[in-house]
């Protein structure tokens, strides 16, 4: 039997796991671990002797469960899916009454809600924290999206708390000294309870989606600037600096600035020309897209983000339809390049903008389908610090809320939409460019007709409503009636042509 000593216990020793288990660590809490290859435990172990909380290393499920201080408090972070399932299966039978297991991957909120369903029957309390800021933010300070019993989330907060990352709560600024490894005193710590059961992991899945929009709309900026403008990798590396020092200050800028300045190590050419144009995906931005259409929740910025990847995906497709299909055949730009950058900004920013009103409405849908509470101005405070969306805009998205916590759209809150209107002159100056160059702009473009879509009282699905009633006695209501009241029309059917006999 194990002495009994550790305050949490963390299973799977990947680069996330092991960085969470230091960040612990480092905090003063004691954490048992234990991987299902011993010697990827005990070669962690070995190698960090002197933190200051200290690491158990626990050959056997049945030593690491009995190591741990009641209620027990085991961290997963293993594979989604499967893999997490059959940790918890080997789990539960170790365990007692009261004692909690978190979930720290990247699983799905449905995924969630069945576990939690399933853990609560036996006795068991289960929570789905999301985990946001890759290898570093896990390491030294990581934005936390837990969800579940809230009985249970008082055991764990005082460990979230802790090893979140912090900002400062009036500027949203990360504080100082996390890029060193020291624990952070202070400020606002990047997690809070978020709600019942999968809440946590859905939040944490339409951050993900936003990412994918976020990224997706610096790299049409980029492509903008490379092949409309003429400008070099180092330019673009200056001009993303200065960006990062306004209004779009964030995470992704930021590196987008290092990336564009980096030299390949190889050949000495700007980093950027040598990396293959093909990205990968996780699958949490599709989830986020699939969401959204079973909710009937517009979000086509995201699935615009997601399919640019898909589509980036076909390479060799991409190399044979370059010979085949061909663009408009316009001169070089000869206008203000200067004038021209400003006005990608404010497409950036614009965009930016309609992207977090989509995702932030989707979640407002959410609730409502899952019967959750959510504080749309503490989770965007949650964003600010340790993920990869982290950005001083959020501050914006939180004070948004304070005004009003039922705001329906962030579009209609007077930072956002006096923010749209000083910008959509360059937007669409932007994406006309765009389109007379043949360059593509998909998250541009669907953030712009969102924007115009969403604010239009009359759009013309009127004639589609129509269209439906005709084929298939859909029915639809009319303007000079009262709303929820349906009609039909007896539709003559439709003359065919006469086949010869």
């Not at 809230?150 to 764990?156: G, K, M, Q, T, V």
């Not at 997706?216 to 492509?223: F, G, L, R, S, V």
Request: charged content about 25%.
């Amino acid at each position: 039997m194990s002495e009994v000593t550790s305050e949490i216990g963390l299973i799977g020793l990947a680069v996330m796991g092991q960085n969470l288990a230091l960040n612990i660590a480092d905090h003063g809490f004691k954490i048992s671990v234990y991987n299902r290859t011993n010697s990827k435990m005990e070669d962690f172990v070995a190698s960090n002797p002197n933190t200051p909380g200290g690491l158990k290393g626990c050959e056997t499920l049945e030593s690491f469960v009995s190591s741990l201080k009641r209620p027990r408090k085991i961290i997963i972070l293993v594979q989604a899916g499967w893999a997490t399932d059959k940790v918890i299966e080997g789990l539960v039978p170790l365990m007692e009454e009261g004692d909690i297991i978190i979930d720290g991957g990247n699983a799905r909120w449905d995924d969630t809600i069945r576990r939690e369903k399933d853990l609560t029957a036996k006795g068991l309390r289960f929570i789905g924290s999301g985990v946001s800021g890759g290898e570093d933010g896990a390491r030294f300070g990581p934005s936390l999206m837990p969800g579940g019993d809230p009985e249970a989330w008082s055991h764990l907060e005082p460990i979230w708390k802790a090893i979140a990352a912090k900002v400062d709560p009036e500027t949203g600024k990360p504080l100082e000294g996390a890029e060193a490894g020291r624990p952070i005193e202070g400020g606002f710590s990047c997690t809070a309870y978020i709600g019942p059961n999968g809440a946590g992991h859905y939040v944490k899945m339409v951050h993900n989606g936003i990412e994918y929009g976020d990224m997706q709309m610096i790299c049409e900026a980029y492509d903008l600037m490379q092949n409309v403008l003429g400008l070099t990798p180092a330019e673009m590396g200056e001009i993303f600096k200065e960006w990062n020092r306004g209004e779009l200050d964030s995470f992704l800028i930021e590196i987008t600035a290092d990336i564009l300045e980096q030299a390949d190590p190889v050949t000495g050419k700007p980093f950027v020309d040598v990396v293959l144009d093909t990205a990968g995906q996780k699958g949490t931005g599709k989830w986020t897209s699939v969401n959204a259409l079973d909710m009937g929740t517009p979000a086509p910025t995201v699935a615009e983000a997601v399919f640019a990847r898909c589509l980036s995906a076909v390479k060799d497709e991409r190399i044979a339809a370059e010979k085949i299909l061909k663009g408009p055949e316009v001169a070089a730009f000869t206008g203000d390049k200067a004038a021209m950058v400003e006005a990608i900004r404010e497409a950036l920013y614009a965009s930016k903008i309609c992207s977090y009103a989509q995702g932030f409405q989707l979640m407002a849908y959410a609730q409502e389908e899952y019967k959750w509470k959510l504080n749309f101005g503490e989770i965007a405070q949650i964003f600010r610090g340790g993920c990869i969306i982290r950005a001083a805009f959020l501050q914006k998205i939180t004070e948004a809320y304070e005004r009003d916590a039922n705001l329906a759209n962030l579009l209609l809150d007077p930072y956002f939409s006096s923010a749209i209107h000083a910008a959509q002159e360059g937007w669409r100056k932007v994406i006309a460019l765009a389109a007379e160059h043949g360059v593509a702009v998909p998250t541009f473009s669907s953030a712009l007709s969102y924007y115009d879509g969403y604010r239009t009282a009359r759009l013309p699905q009127n004639l589609l409503q129509a269209q439906r009633d005709y084929f298939g006695a859909h029915t639809y209501e009319r303007t000079d009636k009262e709303r929820g009241k349906f009609y039909h029309i007896d539709w003559p059917k439709p003359s065919r042509p006469q086949l010869e006999v």
